[in-house]
């Protein structure tokens, strides 16, 4: 299984950003991929998670600002960063595991500590 972020760049607040998760080696149909990112000097905490179903979840802080959508056919996963924030700025980490349900979004995003795959992080930077 591999996974690798892109997109990541510096950006103005109030700018936009599409970050990209290539995945590999896995079924789509059996996995939940999310968006996870660490602050200099801050725990890695969650963003956004989507299962295999679509189901969604969102931390409260980029709530109507990111969208995470997936492509199977593409074994893409994307991150659609609006409105961006000084505070957004961080290395961004996709990040995989079995689903585990109906819930598994809701499970990954506060619960990603175990998650099996990880790939390699992309920097946003959003100036202020």
């Known amino acids: 299984v591999q996974l690798q972020a892109s997109g990541g760049g510096l950006v103005q607040a109030g700018g936009s950003l599409r970050l990209s998760c290539a995945a590999s080696g896995f079924s789509w149909d059996d996995y939940t991929i999310g968006w996870f990112r660490q602050a200099p000097g801050k725990e890695r905490e969650g963003v956004s998670c989507?299962?295999?179903?679509?189901?969604?979840s969102y931390t409260d802080s980029v709530k109507g600002r990111f969208t995470i959508s997936s492509d199977n056919a593409k074994n893409m996963v994307y991150l659609q960063m609006n409105n961006l924030k000084p505070e957004d700025t961080a290395v961004y980490y996709c990040a995989a595991d079995r689903d585990l349900g109906v819930n598994s979004a809701h499970y990954y995003l506060h619960f990603w500590r175990g998650m099996d795959y990880w790939g390699k992080g992309t920097q946003v930077t959003v100036s202020s």
């Open positions: 989507i299962n295999s179903d679509g189901s969604t």
